[in-house]
């Protein structure tokens, strides 16, 4: 069965601080994804990843950063947590458009993280 | 850049009522076209997904969808809802083309009243 974790399902935290969060996946896939998802905006690309120390920017990629050292795990970084960075972040992951067109994205349970 | 549209933000019906909810997109070329789902504390989960062939596309749960390329639409149906299809509905869209992303729509809230 396929799998997406996070490593939190709530985080609260205070302005300014750095905040990471965590996303494994067990399914061997290449490409990796963070989105943020807002009530009445629905989900918004922050950062995606294709490869190993790959990374590329989304639609929103301000005030974040990621990190991509291992296969199954994509980190996504707030360097300076701010009360807009309030929200649900969701990571996502498929397999790569080299081994298959039909690449639907798996999520996980999310993180809806609180910044005061 | 691509922009994917969902009509209804909310959508309101009574069990056994019929479901539509729209999508539209505004990319011109070749598309692969998704219905994901949401149900209330859970994750994301694909309903189901169109990349080619029959533009009448059957997911799990009894819904479908269709593809129109005139009309760049991908509505979602389902004939009889039941209370436990109460859920959010996004629609998305990817290019087909190499590398890409997908597109995601803001999203339909369903609530089903018993």
């Known amino acids: 069965d396929v799998k997406v974790t996070q490593s939190s399902r709530y985080l609260v935290k205070r302005t300014g601080e750095k905040v990471f969060l965590e996303c494994v996946q067990d399914m061997d896939h290449e490409n990796m994804f963070w989105y943020r998802q807002d009530p009445g905006l629905g989900l918004r690309l922050i950062y995606f990843?294709?490869?190993?120390?790959?990374?590329e920017k989304g639609d929103i990629p301000e005030g974040y950063s990621v990190s991509r050292e291992k296969k199954e795990r994509f980190s996504l970084i707030l360097e300076s947590a701010s009360t807009n960075q309030t929200s649900m972040y969701l990571c996502?992951?498929?397999?790569?458009?080299?081994?298959?067109?039909?690449?639907?994205?798996?999520f996980g349970p999310g993180t809806r993280l609180t910044v005061l | 850049a691509q922009s994917v549209s969902q009509h209804n933000h909310h959508v309101i019906l009574s069990e056994a009522a019929s479901l539509e909810l729209g999508c539209n997109y505004s990319?011109?070329?070749?598309?692969?076209l998704f219905w994901y789902v949401q149900y209330p504390g859970q994750h994301l989960q694909l309903l189901l997904k169109?990349?080619?062939?029959?533009?009448l596309v059957k997911g799990i749960k009894g819904f479908e969808a269709e593809f129109i390329k005139s009309k760049f639409s991908f509505n979602l149906r389902k004939p009889s809802v039941q209370w436990s299809d109460t859920a959010e509905y996004f629609c998305a869209v990817k290019m087909n083309s190499g590398y890409s992303t997908l597109t995601f729509g803001k999203g339909t809230m369903l609530l089903v009243s018993p």
């Open positions: 169109y990349f080619s062939g029959d533009p």
């Open positions: 996502a992951s498929s397999q790569s458009e080299r081994v298959a067109s039909y690449n639907e994205q798996f």
């Open positions: 990843s294709y490869d190993v120390k790959m990374k």
């Open positions: 990319y011109g070329g070749t598309v692969n």
